[in-house]
């Protein structure tokens, strides 16, 4: 998440959507297979609260969300969620947290309230830190992350490989935000620094470049991530309200190759956002703002392109009252289980109107299922 962009596309998004309308029938209401309450959870049945209520549809076969459950959805209206992400065997949630009131911070001007619950005992900063929630048998296990490296910046948007060795998260610090490495070797994990141009932009204040999604390891591997750049390799960062195109770059032997734009992600007149990929990278999943399309997309690889790109969550109402509506998605990430996939994502549920806008936004976390 850009935390240092202020204002919301979602009313640019708004505005375009009451102006051109919605076609109806192309995507399904919520259905069977989603999460279910239990005493006993795993990977594929993760805790979960209530059912999502208004604001959001779904399609092939996903299922209706569920927020997730207590203690990682607290029920303070305080506070800042942000940036989930699932291990790629599906036992670990890795997310940030700022005890910062985060409709305050994100949408009134970056206005600090420090009205969160502590997540963990070592949570005493206001700022954003990084933390995992283990899923047990018996529910989350939340701990603070050794991966904090400054308890006076924001850490956040990241992402963490297959082996859970290697992690690339953005750190934004006085209006920069840059794209870091860090690494767990012996128990430890120690920051590798930031990741040089082209995966982050020119000198000064980048390309805000951010929401980092990483595969393979520091020997080969591939990072992707968004960026707001004018030139594909990253030279140019003279326009920051660019819409939002993926890129990619390999890693061999510890060095980024250059920057390449993601064939299929990204087009002439959309935003593309937050992606993240299954780990042999045959579907892409990311946030799409499109005239009047918004939501979360997936395509499929063909070759060296990602094709038919698709909403498959996606909101559907945008007339007030948007009281406990949810009014923006984001952060798309799965795990594929033997029988199903299950996808974990932000969801911005609003619990008031005001001047026939969204009120009093609160982030949460949510997951929707589809069986093979």
């Not at 209706?64 to 989930?84: K, M, R, V």
């Not at 996939?341 to 005001?354: D, E, K, P, Q």
Request: net charge neutral; with cysteine; glycine share 10%.
């Amino acid at each position: 998440m850009e935390i240092f962009k202020k204002i919301s596309i979602y009313f640019v998004f708004l505005l375009l959507f009451i102006s051109c309308g919605k076609e109806s029938g192309t995507l399904t209401s919520a259905k069977s297979n989603g999460p279910t309450s239990s005493t006993t959870y795993s990977e594929y049945n993760p805790p979960t609260g209530a059912i999502v209520g208004e604001g959001l549809s779904v399609a092939e076969g996903w299922s209706q969300p569920y927020y997730l459950a207590e203690p990682l959805n607290y029920s303070s209206t305080g506070g800042w969620l942000d940036s989930i992400t699932i291990s790629r065997n599906g036992k670990k949630i890795y997310f940030a947290y700022s005890r910062r009131n985060a409709n305050e911070y994100l949408y009134n001007n970056g206005n600090e309230v420090i009205d969160g619950p502590a997540m963990t005992a070592e949570n005493t900063t206001k700022y954003l830190q990084l933390f995992t929630a283990d899923i047990t048998s018996s529910g989350f296990n939340i701990a603070y992350s050794p991966a904090n490296f400054s308890s006076t910046i924001d850490s956040a948007s990241l992402s963490v490989n297959g082996t859970e060795d290697l992690m690339t998260y953005t750190a934004y610090s006085t209006g920069v935000q840059k794209i870091k490495l860090a690494q767990f070797s012996s128990g430890t994990w120690s920051q590798l620094g930031d990741l040089s141009t082209p995966v982050n932009g020119a000198a000064g204040v980048g390309c805000r470049d951010d929401n980092s999604f990483i595969i393979g390891n520091i020997t080969s591997g591939e990072i992707y991530w968004e960026s707001r750049r004018v030139n594909i390799a990253g030279t140019d960062c003279s326009n920051t309200s660019n819409k939002r195109k993926i890129y990619k770059a390999t890693i061999t032997s510890g060095s980024i190759g250059a920057a390449q734009l993601v064939s299929g992600l990204s087009t002439g007149t959309s935003d593309d956002y937050e992606p993240s990929f299954l780990e042999d990278k045959s579907k892409a999943y990311w946030v799409r703002v499109d005239g009047s399309s918004f939501g979360i997309y997936t395509a499929d690889l063909s070759g060296a392109t990602y094709i038919n790109p698709r909403p498959i969550i996606y909101l559907n109402n945008f007339s007030p009252p948007y009281d406990n509506k949810i009014v923006d998605v984001g952060e798309p990430n799965v795990f594929e289980h033997s029988t199903g996939y299950v996808m974990y994502f932000r969801c911005v549920v609003a619990l008031g109107t005001s001047g026939g806008n969204p009120s009093n936004r609160q982030l949460k976390f949510c997951v929707s299922k589809k069986s093979k």
